[in-house]
């Protein structure tokens, strides 16, 4: 006997067999649903005072009846949201409304995340017979931002939309943007930011800079989120409404993920995931992810692993008890080391495999030092923020062919090269990797062995982009990591590149009040007065104690 789903406590043993006995009606394919169905349905709601519905398939046949309360209707487990990005579900729900009221919140919620083929509230008049009729399907990505169409009709006998026809202009139209789509083969993101201090505009840069790291990762970006709030929400770090629509939004564009700018914890992140049925990527991720795919040399490798292992560790989490082994002998029945505990041992085994390596290259990194600092050779290491035109420096002033691109983290790779001065001397300039804003602190640790070419340094070049209306900010971020890195009281000269896109007057002021060198390394412009600079700053007798104020 088929089963009645939903809230069955208090109703009569008449009323559950007439309700079993719904499932032996049937509806023609081509209608909504029938005028015999929905007054057995508004007469059990009139007499139960509760809201009745049914899950009803493409042949006509009933799958499930389902029971509510007088306000809403809970439908049971009919599979996974997100069943398809093409396909709707197969099934529509018609269900009844006591007073007649239209569709809901969560009916047309249901209709979206379930992919439902439609969902129909037949109103109860009076003495249980059936009233107006409201219902709604899902259309296509459009301009308007629409996700469905309601629509709504006098009764259960006015003139029914013909539901196969309908149903398969969706389909076909569905299917031809999911084709449009995978020519460019990419994943789709919408990515989201929550501004909880109040500086709306700071939050607004941070989310501009995600943008671009998304870009930079290969991620199509199709929408961005912004809200501002007191606290985060401790589930979900935004409001259960906001993540909603978020829901919603990502079902319609048949986006892949969502990625957050600010660290989920790993709390937040599995709740998030599972509300949403998407992938989900916070800011430190994605770095991470673009570091994997940037990292050239074995070296680089190693450390995005590392950092990577760091970072997962803690969201390891256990999916199915049934991978536990058991243990034998006395006191040691049950559970042995489940699955969940082996994983996260071999991932201490092999971060501990890796920071070993890891120091194995810092020890031969310091033998290279060693070796350079006995011919007496001063180093010049290359800092700034990412994407400010370190590696374009180092190619302009070293005739180096380091790649050099418009995106964030383009090189990983510390690189060497060797300049002479006008006074015929020679330094060796090291370009390293770029800093950003919150940049992971396992990243840091892992590329230690890298940054520490810049303790060697006998001046830093601090590269700056001028031109951008956030360059205060990534001078503090830059600044702020030099501190903990113990760098701080190093020389560091100030490098103003891109100079060429601001004001002439923009730029006086700037080296008035800032100090320094404005340059422009893609047209190789101010590259004589920079390189006068350093040689004074690294050679003149005295001028290192007075390079703090450069």
Known sequence: MKEIYGNTLGLKPSEQHRLRNTYRRRVAPHEIVSPELARHLTELSSETNRQVGVLINRKGEIEYVVVGNAHKLELPDIGRARAGQVRLRGLRLVHTHLKSEPLTKDDLTDLALLRL?????????????????????????????????????????????????????????????????????????????????????????????????????GVEVLDSVLQVRRDPDPRYLIGRGKLEDLNLRSMQSMVDLLIFDKDLTPSQGRHISEATSLKVLDRT??????????????????????????????????????????????????????????????????????EKRIDAISRERSVRRAQRNRRELPVISIVGYTNAGKSTLLNAITNAQVLAENKLFATLDPTSRRLRFPREREVIITDTVGFIRDLPKDLVAAFRATLEELYDASLLLHVVDAAD???????????????????????????WNKADMMSTEDVESLLRSRGGVAISAEKREGLAALLTKADTTLFAEGASEALGAL
């Open 285 to 354: 991720q994605l770095i991470l992810d673009i570091f994997a795919q940037r990292a050239q040399s074995s070296e680089g490798k190693l450390q995005v692993e590392l950092a990577q292992l760091k970072y997962r560790l803690p969201r390891l989490v256990q999916s199915d008890d049934s991978l536990s082994r058991l243990a034998g002998g006395i006191g040691g029945r049950g559970p042995g080391e489940t699955k969940l505990e082996i994983d996260r041992r071999r991932v201490r085994e092999r971060i501990t495999h890796l």
């Open 117 to 217: 083929d439609l969902v129909a509230a037949v109103g109860v008049g009076r003495e249980g017979l059936p009233g107006v009729l409201h219902y709604a399907h899902l259309v296509p990505e459009n301009g308007a931002n629409e996700f469905w169409r309601v629509s709504t009709l006098p009764g259960v006998h006015a003139d029914q939309p013909d539901l196969v026809d309908t149903l398969e202009a969706l389909e076909e139209e569905l299917n031809r943007k999911a084709a449009a789509r995978a020519v460019g083969g990419r994943e789709r993101a919408i990515l989201v930011a929550v501004c909880l201090d109040g500086n709306r505009g700071r939050a607004e840069a941070s989310l501009a800079e995600l943008k671009e790291l998304a870009r930079t990762a």
């Open 469 to 495: 209306v956030a360059r205060d900010e990534q001078v503090e971020a830059v600044e702020g990591i030099l501190g903990s890195l113990g760098l701080m009281e190093k020389p560091r000269l100030m490098v």
